[in-house]
């Protein structure tokens, strides 16, 4: 790495972390307050990554969310499909995908070159200043932090683990749309689902997905589980493109105020902050509604900032406590090759209820109607799950911290969740 003696750059706002989250922020001042110095710092040599994000149409239904989203959608579909044992859906939702590739693209052709920094680590960072691990200090009239979520600590919940393989096929798949959920597969370490993006005529992009006790990836295993279901569909595969690995975090209960003070002063976008899904983990909505309002504040200083995002987040968690319920029910009240069902029934919901529970916009009436009728787990290990009675999370893997992706530490007090 070359090392810089002394030099100091400036900006009117520095993004730490180039992915979505922070993607998404540059664009949309460079769309709406061009006259703004804006400086985007990555340690990968490549913003975005390695990633396939997808959404519903209905999660950015504004124009000026739609106009963000646009240059970064590689493939988009009219409807889409979900399986279960006994039971195929087709949804007239539009869906749409977005790759790390066009998000690259979009940025470099949005920002001059000077002002995306990539291949080096933050060394430090203040509310005002950024100190890379080359040398570079960079003063700023404030700083965001969107490097994604390394942990979250005083949170609890699963995991959504996937690793997922574009396949170019010897002949035609069949697909006429995306398979969001299709549960007909075993249940193995948790719910488990495939998903299926039918980007060509014979290119598929098939993910192997879990929510799950755990966030371990047994990658030789989930990779022959992809091939095997690949087999049973009748494809005959030519090569792999392309692979994909995650964990995210699903949120069932946590101390929000502990969380953010944890992380210090600096301002946090993306699931540093913890503004995605607290079920379904989707991020695109929630970061597109935030980097659209932070272009209309006057004052970007490190220190409003600070304010604004914490405040933002604190809003973004109140209003998931629906969802974060429901992330309790189905980690505490259902056993792992049970929870298919929970889903299965969701799924029979009219089609506006379910866009409006992905955009994380549910109604009270949604709510209800979520919740009533026969429920899909049984009675009394759904209100030990609400009521913080019977299993325990910590026993069933679920309990520990997010911080701990990989590691072992159990979370030492859930009488603080809420």
């Not at 998000?103 to 005002?128: F, K, Y």
Request: aromatic fraction near 10%.
């Amino acid at each position: 790495m070359q090392q810089y003696s002394g030099e100091t750059l400036s900006c009117d706002l520095a993004i730490l972390g180039g992915g979505l989250a922070g993607g998404l922020i540059a664009l949309a001042m460079a769309a709406r307050r061009p006259e703004l110095s804006v400086m985007v710092f990555e340690r990968g040599e490549r913003l975005g990554g390695h990633h396939v994000w997808s959404f519903f149409a209905s999660d950015v239904a504004d124009a000026d969310a739609q106009a963000l989203v646009e240059p970064l959608v590689a493939a988009r579909w009219d409807g889409y499909a979900v399986r279960f044992p006994g039971a195929e859906r087709t949804l007239a939702t539009p869906y749409r995908s977005a790759t790390s590739a066009r998000l690259d693209a979009a940025v470099r052709a949005a920002l001059p070159a000077q002002r995306i920094v990539t291949g080096t680590d933050v060394a430090e960072a203040g509310p005002n200043h950024v100190v890379l691990a080359d040398g570079r200090r960079i003063e700023a009239g404030g700083v965001i932090d969107a490097r994604g979520a390394s942990g979250l600590p005083h949170m609890a919940g699963g995991w959504q683990k996937f690793v997922g393989h574009t396949l170019r096929l010897c002949a035609p798949h069949g697909l006429a749309r995306p398979v969001v959920m299709d549960a007909t597969v075993a249940q193995l370490d948790g719910y488990r689902f495939v998903y299926c993006l039918p980007f060509s005529a014979t290119e598929v992009f098939v993910e192997d997905t879990y929510y799950s006790d755990t966030p371990d990836l047994d990658l030789p295993v989930m990779r022959s589980r992809i091939a095997d279901y690949a087999a049973r569909a009748g494809w005959q595969v030519e090569s792999i493109a392309y692979e994909e690995t995650g964990v995210l975090p699903v949120i069932a209960s946590g101390d929000f105020a502990a969380f953010w003070q944890s992380g210090g002063a600096i301002a946090r976008a993306g699931t540093r902050a913890a503004l995605c899904h607290p079920l379904t983990s989707y991020s695109i909505p929630d970061a597109v509604r935030f980097a659209l309002y932070l272009t209309t504040l006057d004052n970007l200083s490190g220190e409003a900032l600070s304010r604004t995002s914490h405040d933002w987040a604190a809003r973004h968690w109140r209003e998931g406590r629906f969802y974060r319920m429901l992330s309790r029910m189905l980690f505490g009240a259902a056993e792992g090759a049970e929870r298919w069902r929970m889903l299965a029934r969701f799924y029979t919901l009219p089609q506006a209820l379910i866009e409006r529970f992905y955009s994380g916009r549910s109604t009270p009436f949604d709510m209800v109607r979520v919740l009533a009728g026969r429920p899909p787990v049984p009675v009394g290990a759904a209100i030990a799950s609400l009521a913080g009675a019977g299993r325990p999370l910590a026993d069933l893997g679920a309990g520990r911290r997010l911080a701990d992706l990989g590691g072992s530490r159990p979370l030492a007090d859930l009488g603080v969740m809420s």
